[in-house]
C-alpha cells in the first residue's frame, strides 16, 4: 500500500483577476522506502503540490491519502499529532531555522512535542540524532549560525527524523549545497531511506541529482502531470515536450578521458 | 561587552547615559540622602535657593525641602515612565502578534479596536481613565500605558506579516508546533528589535504624560511628582519662580536622556547591521 | 591573443584582520576569450568579478594590480596599491600605530608621475549595483580608464534587484546607452528597442513601456543583459547570472549570451559554480578554491585531464545525465 496516494489535486490562484491553475487535477503516489521525484520548469506547480501535501495550504479539489487515511479530515490537535509522520526539509538551511535557535532546541522540539522522549532522555535522544546524520555530538551546544551550510542541512535532516516519519518533502534540498557537500547529502538522505524505510517527494530542477537519487519520476508543466515513470527511463527518453526540453537544457559534462584519476 | 563600546561611541549616546545614571543614583539614593517623608516641613517657607547649606534648593510654599522633592520625585518619575512604557511595549506586542499571526477576524477586530484607541489622543485618553478610576501610582501607570500600546502594535504587526512567511515558521508548523506556541516563542522574539526601537519615544511620553497629569492634579496624591511640584510653584509664580523652573529643568533634562540614549541604541543597530 | 587585462598578486580583505576572500590571484584574460570562474561558496569567484568591474566595498581592503590594455587608448593602467580603505566604523583603539596612513591621503599624496594604480569608474547606471556595493571612484580622467557600463558589462545574478522596479525598462536601457554613447533621448530609446530585439524579448515595443515586476525571471535577465551590453563594452562580466534560473531557462540565457559575445566581439568571464555549465561555453577555466587559484587551462583540459586534486573531486561530484546513479552505487534500493 502506497504511503501518500494524491487524486485530482487542485489549486487555483488568482492572477491579475483571472483565475489560473497552479496544481490541476494531478494525481500520484509515493510507496514506503520510495522516492518519487517532482521535476519541471519554475512555475509548473511542484513547490504548491509539496505545499499541499504537508497541508500548508488548502486545496480547491482533489484528496490526500496518507497513511491509508484521508489527510484533509484531520484538523486541530489531530492534524499536529499526524504531522509526526510527514517531515521536511528546505532549499534554504539557514532560512528553515528561528535564527535565534542553537541546534538543541532545534532537535528537541519536535521531541518535545510529539511526547517522544522526557526531559531528562532528550540531550541523550539529540546526541543520537547528530550521530545519525553524521555531526559531532558537541554541536548540540552551537548556534544554527554559527555552524556551515552542509552542517545545517544535516540538522534539518536531522529534525524531520527525530519524529520517525514515513514520508519527507525534500524541496529543493540540496539545490543551494556546494556540489561537494551535495553528494554527501545525498548519500545520507540514501543511507536512511534504507534503513529507516523512509519514503521520499523529492522536488527538483536538476534531472542530474533526479536520477541519481529517485526511482520514479513525474514530470509536471503549467500545473499538469506532462509524464511521469522510471526515472532513468523518462531521462533517457523523455515522450513530452516538457520532459525533451528539461534534458536537453541540462549541462552535460562531455569527458573524452579518464585519465589522471 | 563589543555592544556596549559601540553603543558608547557616539557622544549623543554617552550623555544620554550620563544623565540617565544621574537620574537613576538620585531615585535609588533618595530615601538614603533624604529618609523620612519628603512632604514634611523642613524650615521656613519659599526660603530662595543657594541661601541655607542644609536646604541647597530652598524650600516651597509650605516650608518643604526642595531638593529632597527633586529626589523623591525622580523616583516617581522614573517608575512610572518606565511602567507604563513596559506595559504598553507588552499589550502591544501581544496583540501585534496575535493580529498579525492568526490574520483573519482576529486580526480585523484588534486592528479595529487599535484604530478606535488610536483616534483619541492619548492624553484625553490618560486623563479620563484617571479621573474615573482616581488617581493612585498604579492607575496613572495604566492610563499611560493604555495611550502608548497603539504604535507598538501596529509595529509589530508589520514585523509579524513579514516573518510569518518565513521558512522556520512553515517549519515549525511541519513539526505539530501549537500556533500559540509558534506566535510567541518563534515569531515574537524576532519582531521584537524594530518594537524596542520605539521604548525611548515611548519612555519619554510616559515621564511628560505623568509629570502632565500630575501638573492637573491627577497624580497620586501621597507621592511627590515633578509635575506636583510645578504645579504647586505655579501659585506663587511671580515672586518664587525657582519652584516651578527646577522641577521643570530635571524634567526636560530626563526627557533627553531617555532620547539621546535611546538614538544612541537605534545607532549601534544600524551600525552593525550595515557590517554584516 | 593578447591579454585584456593582467592580474597580478590580487588580494582582497572584505574586513581588517578577517578571513581573505581573495589570495594573490594571478591570471591574464584574453582579449575574446570566453572565461569561465568557478568555485564552491566563499571561493572568491564573485569578489573576483567586483574587483574586475570595481564594485568592492569600500570597506574591503584590496592589494596588488589589475593592469588593462583598451586598444582605444593604448595605455596601460594597474589596481591600487595594498591600501587600507575606510572601514565603515573603525573602532577606537583597533588602528594600529603601525597601520597605513588613511586612505584619502594615500590617493591624494600619490605623485601624478607614478605608475596609476586605478580600478573602473562606475558611469550613471540606474540600479545596477546590488547588495550595496558602492563603485570606486578615484579622481582619474574618464576617457583612460574603463568604465563600469561603457567598456565593462555586468549582469548580476538576481535581476529583479539589479533593475529598478519603478522604471519602464525602455528608459532603463536606453539611460545607458545615452550616458555613454552621448545619444538623444529619441535615438536612446531606438537603441533600446534594437536592444530588446537582440536579446529576443517578444514583443520589444511594449516591453519598452512594460516594467520589471511584469516580466518573468529569464526575462529579467535577458533585459538585464540588454542594459550590460547597451554602450557596446569590450567586457561582459556574468555573475551566476543563471542559477536564480530554471534549466530551461538557464541554458536559453547560456545560448543568448554566447551569440552576442560572438557577435560584438566581447571578452567573457563567466563565474559559475556549476563545472558543467561553466565547459558549455567557455574556452578556458579557472578553478578557485578559498580565495585561491588552484588551477587554470583551456576547457578540455580541465576537463579531460585536470591536474589538481580540487578539479577532479569538483568533476567527479558532478551529477550528470550519464553518472551512475548513487541508488545503484548504494546496492540494495526498495
Redesign the interface.
Known amino acids: 500500500m502506497s504511503v501518500l496516494a494524491v487524486s485530482n489535486l487542485t489549486k487555483r490562484y488568482h492572477r491579475g483577476g483571472k483565475p489560473f491553475a497552479a496544481v490541476d487535477e494531478v494525481s500520484f503516489d509515493v510507496g514506503p522506502a520510495e522516492t518519487l521525484a517532482l521535476a519541471g520548469p519554475s512555475g509548473s506547480g511542484k513547490s504548491t503540490i509539496a505545499r499541499l501535501v504537508l497541508r500548508l495550504i488548502e486545496p480547491d479539489a482533489g484528496r490526500i491519502d496518507f497513511e491509508g487515511a484521508n489527510f484533509f479530515a484531520l484538523s486541530g490537535a489531530a492534524l499536529r499529532a499526524r504531522r509526526a509522520r510527514l517531515q521536511m526539509v528546505f532549499q534554504d538551511p539557514l532560512a528553515a531555522f528561528n535564527p535565534r535557535a542553537t541546534v538543541a532546541r532545534v532537535l528537541g522540539d519536535p521531541l518535545r512535542i510529539h511526547g517522544i522522549a522526557p526531559r531528562a532522555e532528550r540531550p541523550r535522544r539529540i546526541a543520537a540524532l547528530l550521530e545519525r546524520v553524521g555531526l559531532d555530538t558537541g554541536l548540540a551546544a552551537r548556534a544554527i549560525h554559527e555552524i556551515s551550510g552542509g552542517q545545517r542541512q544535516r540538522v534539518a535532516i536531522a529534525r524531520a527524523i527525530a519524529t520517525r516519519p514515513s514520508l519527507i518533502v525534500l524541496d529543493e534540498a540540496v539545490s543551494a549545497l556546494d556540489v561537494s557537500v551535495r553528494g554527501q547529502i545525498l548519500e545520507l538522505l540514501l543511507d536512511l531511506q534504507r534503513q529507516e524505510r523512509i519514503a521520499y517527494l523529492f522536488i527538483s530542477h536538476d534531472l542530474g541529482v533526479i536520477r541519481a537519487v529517485a526511482h520514479r519520476v513525474v514530470i509536471l508543466d503549467a500545473g499538469r502531470i506532462a509524464e511521469s515513470g522510471d526515472a532513468r527511463a523518462v531521462i533517457a527518453d523523455p515522450q513530452s515536450a516538457v520532459g525533451k526540453a528539461l534534458v536537453a537544457a541540462t549541462p552535460k559534462l562531455v569527458r573524452t578521458s579518464q585519465d589522471a584519476s | 561587552m563589543n555592544r556596549l563600546?559601540?553603543f558608547l561611541?557616539t557622544p549623543e549616546a554617552i550623555a544620554g547615559v550620563l544623565i540617565l545614571a544621574l537620574l537613576l543614583v538620585m531615585a535609588l539614593a533618595a530615601p538614603l540622602f533624604f529618609p523620612g517623608d519628603p512632604q514634611a516641613i523642613a524650615g521656613p517657607a519659599l526660603l530662595p535657593p543657594f541661601q541655607d547649606w542644609r536646604l541647597p534648593l530652598g524650600t516651597d510654599r509650605l516650608g518643604r525641602d526642595v531638593l529632597a522633592e527633586l529626589f523623591h520625585g525622580a523616583r516617581t518619575s522614573l517608575a512610572v515612565g518606565l511602567a507604563a512604557a513596559a506595559a504598553a511595549l507588552l499589550i502591544g506586542a501581544v496583540v501585534g502578534t496575535l493580529a498579525g499571526f492568526a490574520g483573519g477576524l482576529v486580526d480585523e477586530v484588534l486592528m479595529r479596536v487599535t484604530d478606535a484607541f488610536q483616534t483619541v489622543p492619548g492624553f484625553l485618553l490618560a486623563l479620563a481613565f484617571v479621573s474615573i478610576v482616581g488617581p493612585s501610582l498604579s492607575v496613572v501607570v495604566a492610563a499611560i500605558a493604555l495611550s502608548a500600546w497603539t504604535g507598538p502594535a501596529r509595529v509589530a504587526r508589520a514585523e509579524v506579516l513579514s516573518i510569518r512567511e518565513?521558512?522556520?515558521v512553515?517549519?515549525?508548523?511541519?513539526?505539530?508546533?501549537?500556533p500559540l506556541e509558534i506566535a510567541f516563542r518563534?515569531v515574537l522574539?524576532?519582531a521584537l528589535p524594530p518594537v524596542l526601537a520605539l521604548s525611548s519615544v515611548i519612555v519619554a511620553a510616559a515621564i511628560l504624560t505623568e509629570a502632565a497629569l500630575s501638573f492637573l492634579g491627577l497624580g497620586d496624591p501621597n507621592r511627590v511628582t515633578w509635575g506636583g511640584m510645578i504645579a504647586e510653584g505655579r501659585t506663587v509664580l511671580r515672586t518664587a519662580p525657582f519652584l516651578s523652573i527646577i522641577p521643570g529643568i530635571a524634567l526636560v533634562l530626563t526627557v533627553l536622556g531617555v532620547y539621546l540614549a535611546g538614538e544612541g541604541v537605534v545607532e549601534s543597530t544600524a551600525?552593525r547591521r550595515?557590517?554584516s | 591573443m593578447t591579454a585584456l587585462l593582467s592580474i597580478r598578486d590580487l588580494a582582497v580583505r572584505y574586513r581588517r584582520g578577517g578571513v581573505p576572500a581573495l589570495k594573490d590571484v594571478s591570471l591574464d584574460v584574453l582579449a575574446g576569450e570566453r572565461l569561465a570562474i568557478i568555485g564552491e561558496s566563499s571561493s572568491g569567484k564573485s569578489t573576483l568579478a567586483l574587483a574586475v568591474a570595481g564594485l568592492l566595498a569600500r570597506s574591503a581592503t584590496i592589494g596588488g594590480t589589475i593592469n588593462w590594455k583598451i586598444p582605444k587608448s593604448q595605455t596601460s593602467h594597474s589596481f591600487a596599491p595594498p591600501s587600507v580603505l575606510p572601514d565603515i566604523s573603525p573602532k577606537r583603539g583597533e588602528i594600529e600605530p603601525s597601520s597605513p596612513p588613511s586612505p584619502i591621503s594615500n590617493v591624494a599624496g600619490r605623485e601624478p608621475t607614478a605608475e596609476l594604480l586605478i580600478s573602473p569608474q562606475v558611469g550613471e547606471m540606474s540600479g545596477r549595483t546590488e547588495g550595496g556595493a558602492v563603485a570606486r571612484q578615484l579622481s582619474q580622467p574618464r576617457d583612460t580608464i574603463p568604465l563600469l557600463g561603457r567598456d565593462i558589462g555586468f549582469v548580476f545574478q538576481d535581476p529583479s534587484s539589479s533593475l529598478d522596479p519603478v522604471m519602464p525598462i525602455g528608459k532603463q536601457i536606453a539611460e545607458v546607452a545615452r550616458t555613454h554613447l552621448h545619444l538623444t533621448w529619441r535615438e536612446a530609446i531606438a537603441k533600446a528597442k534594437t536592444l530588446l530585439e537582440r536579446v529576443r524579448l517578444p514583443n520589444p515595443e511594449a516591453t519598452l513601456h512594460a516594467y520589471p515586476h511584469q516580466l518573468s525571471g529569464g526575462q529579467k535577465q535577458r533585459v538585464a543583459i540588454a542594459a550590460a551590453i547597451a554602450a557596446g563594452p569590450k567586457l561582459l562580466i556574468a555573475d551566476e547570472a543563471t542559477s536564480a534560473l530554471d534549466t530551461i531557462v538557464q541554458a536559453e540565457i547560456v545560448a543568448l549570451i554566447r551569440r552576442l559575445v560572438s557577435e560584438d566581439g566581447m571578452t567573457l568571464i563567466f563565474i559559475s559554480h556549476d563545472i558543467a555549465l561553466a565547459a558549455s561555453l567557455a574556452n578556458r577555466i579557472a578553478v578557485l578554491r578559498h580565495g585561491e587559484l588552484v588551477e587554470l587551462g583551456e576547457t578540455s583540459q580541465i576537463v579531460n585531464a585536470p591536474q589538481h586534486a580540487y578539479t577532479r573531486a569538483l568533476l567527479d561530484a558532478h551529477l550528470g545525465l550519464d553518472a551512475e546513479p548513487l541508488l545503484d552505487r548504494q546496492g540494495t534500493s526498495a
Open positions: 563600546r559601540r561611541r518565513r521558512d522556520y512553515t517549519g515549525a508548523r511541519v513539526i505539530g508546533m501549537h518563534e522574539p524576532n551600525v550595515s557590517l
